[in-house]
């Protein structure tokens, strides 16, 4: 049974860097063919892609937000970082992390964690 | 960068009526399109994949299709349980979602 969860602040300033964590069981992110994604949601918005991350470590970024983004995985914990720098209001947002089924279709997802930018 | 279009935006339909959701991609993505439902403060959850794949437990009362730059995700007989906003997703080129379309009662 595949299962996600993210965690990280509920709360950040302007400006500030953004570490979220997603752990997962179920799954191994040393196995060949395996990604993990992070998807957001500003409220009463759509979603938005952000970043990827596969088996060997390779990460894939949003063009618009490459320059801010950074994807990492611990295989020994079970859990992924996603960093964003320089947070901006715009930013507030749900924050998903989704297992990748055929790597880039997400067929598990986390709960979510809420991420509010303000001063 | 790939844009994708859905429409409409907002459908109100009824239980038992047959609805058709639309999503344009601004270049051609083969059959990489995934569709997902999402409720109010809920994930949303992967109904197809490759465009006409169904997930495993999801009913066949949803399908997909299309390929290259439409794609169209068909409820058959909609139930009380499908009214929700609805998501396609291209991965050809990294991953972008569409604007989303909200299915309401009539």
């Known amino acids: 049974q595949i299962t996600l969860k993210e965690s990280g602040p509920t709360l950040v300033k302007p400006t500030e860097t953004l570490t979220l964590t997603c752990t997962f069981s179920?799954?191994?992110?040393?196995?060949?063919?395996?990604?993990v994604g992070w998807i957001r949601q500003p409220p009463g918005k759509a979603l938005e892609w952000l970043a990827l991350?596969?088996?060997?470590?390779?990460?894939r970024y949003s063009p618009s937000l490459k320059n801010r983004l950074t994807i990492t995985k611990d295989t020994a914990k079970n859990q992924l970082v996603l960093i964003m720098t320089d947070m901006d209001p715009v930013d507030t947002a749900t924050y998903y992390c989704?297992?990748?089924?055929?790597?880039?279709?997400?067929?598990?997802w986390g709960p979510g964690t809420p991420v509010t930018v303000s001063s | 960068d790939i844009q994708m279009t859905q429409s409409p935006s907002t459908l109100s339909a009824s239980v038992g009526d047959r609805v058709t959701i639309t999503c344009r991609a601004s270049?051609?993505?083969?059959?990489?399109l995934a569709w997902y439902q999402q409720k109010p403060g809920k994930a949303p959850k992967l109904l197809i994949y490759?465009?006409?794949t169904l997930q495993s437990g999801v009913p066949s009362r949803f399908s997909g299709s299309g390929s290259g730059t439409e794609f169209t995700l068909t409820i058959s007989s909609l139930q009380p349980d499908d009214f929700a906003t609805y998501y396609c997703?291209?991965?050809?080129?990294?991953?972008?979602f569409g604007q989303g379309t909200r299915v309401e009662i009539k």
């Open positions: 989704a297992h990748g089924l055929e790597l880039w279709a997400f067929d598990y």
């Open positions: 179920g799954f191994s992110l040393s196995s060949s063919e395996v990604a």
């Open positions: 991350i596969y088996w060997d470590g390779t990460g």
């Open positions: 270049q051609s993505i083969s059959d990489w």
């Open positions: 490759r465009a006409s």
């Open positions: 997703q291209q991965y050809n080129s990294y991953s972008t």
